[in-house]
């Protein structure tokens, strides 16, 4: 009767083989979790040094309303001023955009004006 014997569980070629094999688990697991990571628990972006910008002008945070407000309506003052300017130098349907434009500044202004009046006022006690 033949017996036969099994193959040893290790390559005989190769005896580390199967280290290599753990190895390359390991690699993938690792692999694994880092992209897990990656899209589950994604870590706060740093500020970047790079001084980039999203547009060309800013606006300080320490800027209070008050100061924002008269910035603002002193802006809509400049273009109401450029746009009844140019309404009187151009003819057609030109002019009547140009006075198009002069009306909705107008009407900023005075929303401006109105918060502004609204900062200044003092809170009077409700009776």
């Known amino acids: 009767m033949d017996k036969s014997v099994p193959d040893p569980p290790f390559n005989r070629t190769n005896p580390l083989a199967e280290f290599d094999a753990i190895e390359d688990l390991l690699k993938d697991r690792a692999a694994a979790e880092r992209a897990l990571d990656h899209y589950l628990n994604p870590k706060p972006s740093k ?27 002193e802006t809509l003052a400049s273009i109401r001023t450029m746009a009844e300017d140019l309404a009187f130098e151009v003819e057609g349907t030109r002019r009547s955009v140009a006075l198009g434009i002069h009306q909705l500044v107008e009407l900023c202004q005075l929303l401006v004006d109105k918060a502004l009046d609204q900062l200044e006022a003092p809170a009077s006690p409700a009776p």
Request: glycine share 0%; charged share 20%; net charge negative.
């Open 47 to 73: 500020p970047s040094s790079d001084p980039r910008i999203d547009s060309l002008f800013s606006v300080t945070a320490k800027a209070d309303t008050d100061t924002l407000l008269t910035s603002t309506s």
